[in-house]
């Protein structure tokens, strides 16, 4: 006959096989390209800097202390008044962060909203200096949340901060590789390393036909998504001169410079195109 000691353990070890294996049907049946969820804990912790997280920590144990204290002094009889302070500073240090984790998903929603209105209205100076000033606001924070670090990495891309976007959205693909949204702000930044690379190549090989293929390709691909970034603006301007399609090029370079008239591509790219059209030999009247 089988000890109760051993009974238990076959039943543990029963009751943790039948746990892996819903796990594994779980993920399998888990549908391709979305991310697993973020633990909640994880979630709600995102962009809160380390002293608000200690806050939030000490402030729920001093609640749960404080609670226990009330209902032993109750039963003994004892007056529980001294405690309400306590509860006081317990619930402002929970919610001090609390607040601020909301402040933090609200900015997300703006943000995101204020960078779609930007793609709808690339030169409106409101509406990029809103978007900029969120991206700021949100870029201090220390976030770990896939969704929000991609809302601040298409942001960026729309204002031509294309080195900030992609540390953010290797971050997101850190904490969820198959993240669709991610993954897709992935090809957006390939498309101005693309027509940087084919626009060089063109460039230096005019008669280059596989290259000048390529490029008209790459350009062909930007023409289907709102550009709201003055950078990838230049870059189709710089594409479309090495493609003999003069009055493209000018109209992105315009739009560029109406962007930011200060941008240096945007300058350097126009006093190329004007040297172009005046000649080498020629002289300005």
């Known amino acids: 006959m089988r000890s109760p000691l051993s009974l238990r353990s076959v039943a543990s070890f029963s009751e943790r096989t039948r746990i892996v294996i819903k796990s594994t049907r779980a993920a399998q049946l888990e549908p391709a390209g979305q991310e697993p969820a973020q633990p909640r804990t994880m979630a709600f912790l995102n962009g809160l800097r380390q002293f608000e997280i200690v ?21 003994m009889g004892k007056p529980i008044g001294k405690l309400f302070l306590f509860f006081a500073l317990s619930i402002v240090m929970i919610g001090f962060p609390a607040y601020t984790k909301i402040e933090i998903s609200r900015d997300g929603v703006k943000l995101e909203k204020g960078t779609d209105q930007l793609l709808d209205n690339p030169t ?4 990029r200096d809103n978007v900029s000033n969120l991206v ?5 924070r220390p ?9 601040v990495a298409k942001a960026q891309i729309a204002l031509g901060q294309n080195a ?19 993954l897709r702000l992935v090809k957006r930044l390939e ?13 230096q090989n005019p008669s280059d ?24 603006s230049v870059n189709l301007a710089r594409a ?46």
């Not at 900030?164 to 991610?182: F, S, Y």
């Not at 003069?246 to 240096?264: S, V, Y």
Request: glycine residues 4%.
């Open 191 to 203: 498309l101005d390393r693309n027509l940087e690379q084919l626009s060089a190549r063109v460039e």
């Open 136 to 140: 700021a606001r949100l870029s201090a």
């Open 209 to 232: 036909q596989a290259a000048k293929s390529q490029l008209g390709q790459v350009v062909s691909d930007a023409s289907k998504i709102p550009i709201a970034s003055p950078v990838t």
């Open 240 to 285: 479309h001169a090495a493609l003999d399609n003069q009055a493209q090029a000018k109209e992105n370079l315009d739009k560029a410079l109406r962007i930011n008239p200060n941008l240096t591509e945007a300058v350097e790219l126009r006093n190329r195109l004007n040297q172009r059209v005046v000649g080498p030999g020629a002289s300005r009247p």
């Open 143 to 151: 976030l770990t949340d896939p969704k929000t670090l991609t809302r």
């Open 164 to 182: 900030d976007a992609e540390q953010n959205v290797k971050k997101a693909l850190q904490a969820a590789p198959q993240n669709t949204e991610a």
């Open 124 to 127: 409106d100076r409101t509406s």
């Open 55 to 75: 806050m939030l920590g000490a402030g729920t144990l001093l609640f749960a202390t404080s609670l226990i204290l009330m209902v032993v002094l109750a039963a």
